[in-house]
């Protein structure tokens, strides 16, 4: 049974930095895309940033050049870097798993993790 595992949010002024993490538990395929949701109160969830087996990574256009995306121990474990945070960052973190042979614009994922919260104050 594949598990999902997130890390990292919190509360962080504006212009700061958190690290997320997200740990994938039993998955045994040598293939995936892997990487962020985000989700704020009334608004629709949004891809932020993936990456998958041949670390090919794509970002947001409104976090690129702030937000990394990056991988260790085969992918078993995420990474999402973030600084310069703005209060538009503000959300619930989802990382997400699936198996694909490539990162497709709105394909499903099949594993998710509980979300964990990113607050940026003014």
């Known amino acids: 049974q594949v598990q999902v595992v997130e890390s990292g949010g919190g509360l962080v002024q504006a212009g700061g930095s958190l690290r997320l993490a997200c740990t994938a538990y039993e998955y045994a395929y040598n293939t995936y895309c892997m990487g962020w949701f985000r989700q704020a109160p009334g608004k629709e969830r949004e891809r932020v940033a993936f990456i998958d087996h041949a670390s090919r990574t794509t970002v947001v256009d409104s976090a690129k050049g702030r937000f990394t995306i990056s991988q260790d121990n085969a992918g078993k474990i995420l990474y999402l870097q973030m600084n310069s945070l703005k209060p538009e960052d503000t959300a619930m973190y989802y990382c997400?798993?699936?198996?694909?042979?490539?990162?497709?614009?709105?394909?499903?994922?099949?594993?998710w993790g509980q979300g964990t919260q990113v607050t940026v104050s003014s």
């Open positions: 997400a798993l699936t198996r694909s042979w490539d990162c497709i614009s709105g394909m499903p994922f099949l594993y």
